[in-house]
T-cell receptor, first 113, second 113 residues
């Protein structure tokens, strides 16, 4: 069964550093997403991406965040200057059809120290 | 805006007990409804879904019925197993073109032998 692949599985970074989280969505999907889950809390929507542009973003997704689909297969989330409160599990997901739901990757655990 | 409210956990059951995890939603339009499961240390997996009123989603012995009149999508299983221990998330997908998911807070289920 097709999978969404995320790398790395765990990243530790110092506060103020930039990080790039990488995702390879399912190849024939058209909608791409980033969600995050702070430990013990609910899964929160960050951003959706369609047709090579952001289609919707949450109020969490401020100027320190950006997304790219640089080469038609990868889908990246960049956090420009990490803060302690950015520590969370970040999930990438892709969807081809609303009725089928999403396929989520296994997540990247980001720890900001 | 859209929201999902699910039963707070944790829920602790003995093997072969009956499980109900309540979920209610608020949404404009006609959302699709989902249950996702997160096993320890893993990502989110789609457990079941329903796309319109009175649909019943089912998978691995779990089932949930889309009740428009009560805006509910309660998860049930007749006989739980130790391997069902996980966090269960109720979610809805809005009727908009972005297919964004809104999650509940999650319910931790622990099944003891």
């Amino acid at each position: 069964e097709p999978e969404v692949t995320q790398t790395p599985s765990h990243q530790v970074t110092q506060m103020g550093q930039e990080v790039i989280l990488r995702c390879v969505p399912i190849s024939n999907h058209l909608y791409f997403y980033w969600y995050r889950q702070i430990l013990g809390q609910k899964v929160e929507f960050l951003v959706s991406f369609y047709n090579n542009e952001i289609s919707e973003k949450s109020e969490i997704f401020d100027d320190q965040f950006s997304v790219e689909r640089p080469d038609g297969s990868n889908f990246t989330l960049k956090i420009r200057s990490t803060k302690l409160e950015d520590s969370a599990m970040y999930f990438c997901a892709s969807s081809g059809n609303r009725d089928r739901g999403y396929t989520f990757g296994s997540g990247t655990r980001l720890t900001v120290v | 805006g859209d929201s999902v409210t699910q039963m707070e956990g944790p829920v602790t059951l003995s093997e072969e007990a009956f499980l109900t995890i309540n979920c209610t939603y608020t949404a404009t339009g006609y959302p699709s409804l989902f249950w996702y499961v997160q096993y320890p240390g893993e990502g989110l997996q789609l457990l079941l879904k329903a796309t319109k009123a009175d649909d019943k989603g089912s998978n691995k012995g779990f089932e949930a019925t889309y009740r428009k009149e009560t805006t509910s999508f309660h998860l049930e299983k007749g006989s739980v197993q130790v391997s069902d221990s996980a966090v269960y998330f109720c979610a809805l997908s809005d009727g908009g073109s972005n297919y964004k998911l809104t999650f509940g807070k999650g319910t931790l289920l622990t099944v003891n032998p």
